[in-house]
């Protein structure tokens, strides 16, 4: 079995920052892209950001110049560090990952999730 556990989340006051965490623990073997999605009340899942095992990285529009995603490979841990935020970045935050499991196989993983509140 795989797990993600994040962490990071909270409230901040717009123009603030918050960096998120998240770890993958298990029967590892490799992990594949990781990446960063979010929902606010009464919307769809979005994708956030994501980075590749090489470190390539792709943003959503919406964040581009104030999020950045990075990955610690040793650590099997991801991050997303989010300055400059504002009202509209307020969600709950959730990691997610591809892995192939000495278990399992491979497979997708989500993580529980962290809520980001950005108000005043």
């Known amino acids: 079995q795989v797990q993600l556990v994040e962490s990071g989340g909270g409230l901040v006051q717009p123009g603030g920052s918050l960096r998120l965490s998240c770890a993958a623990s298990?029967?590892?073997?490799?992990?594949?892209?990781m990446g960063w999605y979010r929902q606010a009340p009464g919307k769809q899942r979005e994708l956030v950001a994501v980075?590749?095992?090489?470190?390539?990285?792709n943003y959503a529009d919406s964040v581009k110049g104030r999020f950045t995603i990075s990955r610690d490979n040793a650590k099997n841990t991801v991050y997303l560090q989010m300055n400059s935020l504002k009202p509209e970045d307020t969600a709950v935050y959730y990691c997610?990952?591809?892995?192939?499991?000495?278990?399992?196989?491979?497979?997708?993983?989500w993580g529980q999730g962290t809520q980001v509140t950005v108000s005043a």
């Open positions: 298990g029967s590892i073997f490799t992990i594949y892209a």
């Open positions: 980075i590749t095992s090489g470190g390539s990285t």
């Open positions: 997610n990952t591809e892995v192939l499991s000495v278990a399992v196989g491979r497979g997708d993983y």
